[in-house]
């Protein structure tokens, strides 16, 4: 594990070195109209919890407690194998195989007893010549894997991007484009989410091959991170649609270190209110919601929290579109007149995001409070206020406020809303126009 995990890391770094700055023209994505992932992704996937010590009795565990919890009701649907299930070699026929020992009856038992339960299995593999634990990769192989992959009954194809050959760390657009022809000529409905982490601009280029594209390198439980990520997709809302969405990595609500921080950095994880904020954040910002904790260890605060309807349905919502930010206040320095911490010291912000019929809005509150910690005298509730013309409502319309994280309506209101929201915290709304008057 400890050679496949800096092996891992190697092949990230030397990737992403090869990538800094190269420059990719803007393009116009066409959609990918495969049928799925109209609306973004919602599931459980291995990786950042337990990375290579995956098998068939981990997923049906964890498969299980999706249903026994209720979050495969809520939409949760998609359970997802990342990196190390494969065996070292193809087999004679070329063609991809499973660990035997943690996958002894082989990858179409699991995905049939997933489809019992109602639920989809997902698999992992690379656009290079190994995946980035150093398992055999897809590259030369396209047709081939995805034909693999819809045999066993796979619905959903992470597919990665370390080991690349020249020619692809020049240009990857042709090979993931092949990747999702052939997908799609297998006939069978695969949601394809790429995972190239934002580099050549993929942002611009994938809805027009795949459901969904990372666009960030890797996440993990640790305030700073989320807030990085964050702010690496507050420009990219003009790439979302249905059918095709900006992934800003897996969600870290109740993961307890991650598989990179357990052996280079301190192990970490979310406080529920930063998890909470977290949570409202991507599903504003309608990233597919793959939940990355141990379901059998799950608080229930955790369980609480990717478990909203609302929050989930602000995520789901058929339009699309996904939120960008509307408002900021900064705050100045902390060391000699300049902001040191990540962030520019960020104080707080307000995220809207434009929901399906007419007039109404999600929008996240958020005192993000860069600037200062938990010791530091500033760590406080900070009130926050959006004007409703900001958000994109007629001057003189009444607006009818809910808290979805409380499940409280909070009344007509006119003008702005402001409220007190915790460091760290957000607070998550839904606003809808009363009587009937258009956007502004
Ligand atoms: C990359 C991806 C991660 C995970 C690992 C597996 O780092 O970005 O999400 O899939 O590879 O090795």
Redesign the pocket.
Known sequence: MSTSLSS?ILS?AVTMMLFAGVEFAPQFAQGLENGVGRTPALGWNT?NQFGCNVSAALILEQARLLVSTGLAEKGYKYVNI??CWQNHTRDSHGKLQADAKRFPDGISALSKELDAMGLLLGI?SDVGTK???GYPGSSGSYEIDAATFAEWGISYL?F?T?SLTAAERKDPRPAYGEMSTALNSTGRPILYSM?N?GQHKSYQWAGGMANSW?TT??IWPQWQRVVELLEANKDLAQYARPGAFNDM?MIEVGVNGHVFNQKLLPRTKLTSREAESHFSLWALMSSPLILGLDLSQAPQWALDIVGNDEVIAMNQDAAGHQGNLVAEVKHGSILGGKCVSLGNCTHTQVWRKQLAGVQSVGVVLFNRGDDWTENSPKWQVETVQIPFSKLGFAADVSVHVRDVLEHKDLGVMTGSVALPVPPHGVRTLVLKAVGGAAYA
């Open positions: 891992h990230f990786w990342d990196d992992y995946t980035c634990a992470k990665d370390c995972c982490w990372r390198e890797d990595d």
